[in-house]
């Protein structure tokens, strides 16, 4: 059997002071609870501010990270880019619809988009500590969904920890992001039964999603699917993976909820008569893009599209939620900040990393499949001022800081190794 590891001298390792060491044990323990929600199964822990705790935990790593941050280090594009839209978003509170309100959203939600993602870019610096910052996140979404599925009592479903997962749409676009990371994971591990374990978590989370009766959900974990097996499937050369997906498929047709298939046309105008929700979602989309033009540089302010139509209901679109809420600039910010999010990894399959390492490939992948369901995912979803997005674009600039990092050393031959793309040979020798 062929070594997957790197040689000693181009693996990316890093050698944290106990400042950086200490941001990054803080951003996992933020992940716990931020992923895990504990106060939702220990009831006690319900009397425990943990959202005033998470954000305070976020802050102090963040000062931290900042301090053990090299000097000559820039931040990337993508990092400066949320900035800047997290400047915008407080630059629009004065001029809002309710500036309470906003004050809230910006101080509540905004900022730790931002911290989260600076974060992740200072305090993750190997494919190690990555792999275990996503584990986290994929782990901690499949148990929910699992013990979901389990309390499933019927109608539209729910995660049972509440929270950010509370609504239907949010936890099915939540699935559909974090399902291909599982899948990441089934494929590395060695282990029959950890293969077994991440096996059916996989068909837990399609279980799930569909239970959600979420159309967003839907679509976004078809496109995820469709992304891994082109990424794992027809790139990674695990054709098998094919027949499994199209098996996969035909049983969950077999085994759908009732009503799933009919709600499910409702998106191309079938049963339009047991759909109580796409019209409201259309005159929603259609108020949001008046509002963008009669509001096109401030918005309303974060958070105020449900107060001032007096709907009491969010856009359902990603991308109109930030151009009624905080202006045309805050979309282009906000398209800008995803599109760098897919250089990253298309820059990443053009190193040497991603040459030498099984783990650089299988995570490239599914950051890039999880991308692909999210972009399609927030044209029916409000996920603007949600984490998990910036989550994803945190994870792939740590992935492209490796890669770089590693390009930087050479083999022990003294001269650089070439891209996989002109050396599929050494891709074939560690899969």
Not at 94 to 101: D, E, L, V
Not at 168 to 192: E, G, V, Y
Not at 312 to 334: D, K, M, Q
Request: with cysteine; glycine share 10%.
């Amino acid at each position: 059997m062929v070594s997957t590891s790197l040689p000693a001298d181009i693996v990316v390792r890093s050698k944290p002071g106990k400042k950086g060491l200490f941001a990054y044990r803080a951003l996992l323990l933020f992940s716990v609870l931020y992923f895990g929600r504990p106060e939702d199964i220990i009831h006690v822990l319900g009397f425990v501010p943990i959202a005033k705790i998470t954000g305070g935990l976020a802050l102090i790593a963040l000062i931290v990270g900042l301090g053990s941050r090299s000097t000559t280090k820039k931040f990337p594009l993508e990092l400066k880019l949320l900035t800047a839209l997290f400047f915008w978003e407080c630059l629009t509170v004065p001029f809002a619809f309710y500036r309470g309100g906003s004050f809230g959203y910006v101080t509540g939600w905004c900022s730790k988009t931002v911290m989260i993602a600076v974060l992740i870019s200072l305090s993750v610096t190997s494919l190690e500590r990555l792999r275990k910052l996503i584990f986290v996140q994929a782990a901690a979404v499949a148990v929910m969904t699992a013990f979901s599925v389990l309390e499933y009592k019927g109608g539209r479903m729910g995660g049972i920890l509440g929270g950010v997962f509370d609504n239907p749409n949010d936890l099915a676009i939540s699935i559909a992001m974090n399902w291909p990371l599982c899948l990441m994971f089934l494929l590395r591990t060695k282990s029959p039964f950890k293969k077994l374990l991440w096996g059916v978590g996989l068909l837990v989370m399609i279980r799930g999603m569909m239970l959600t009766y979420s159309r967003t959900g839907f679509l976004a974990l078809g496109t995820s699917i469709v992304f891994c097996l082109i990424e794992f499937g027809i790139r990674g050369r695990r054709h098998y993976l094919l027949a499994i997906a199209f098996a996969t498929v035909l049983v969950a047709a077999i085994f759908a909820p009732t009503g799933y298939g009919a709600r499910m046309q409702t998106m191309f105008g079938g049963h339009a008569e047991l759909d109580d929700s796409r019209e409201a979602r259309e005159d929603l989309l259609t108020q949001s893009l008046v509002i963008t033009v009669h509001h096109p540089l401030l918005g309303l302010g974060p958070g105020n599209f449900a107060s001032y139509t007096q709907t009491w209901r969010v856009t359902h679109n990603t991308y109109t939620e930030l151009s009624s809420e905080c202006g045309i600039p805050a979309l282009i910010l906000f398209i800008g900040i995803l599109y760098v999010a897919f250089r990253n990894l298309r820059r990443v399959r053009e190193s040497q990393l991603f040459a030498q390492s099984l783990d650089a490939r299988l995570i490239t992948g599914g950051l890039w499949a999880s991308l692909a369901g999210y972009l399609v995912g927030a044209f029916f979803a409000s996920t603007a001022y949600e984490l998990f997005p910036y989550f994803l674009v945190g994870f792939t600039t740590a992935l492209f800081n490796a890669a770089n990092s590693g390009e930087r050393k050479r083999s022990p031959e003294g001269s650089p190794l070439q891209p996989w793309k002109r050396n599929p040979q050494l891709i074939k020798a560690t899969r």
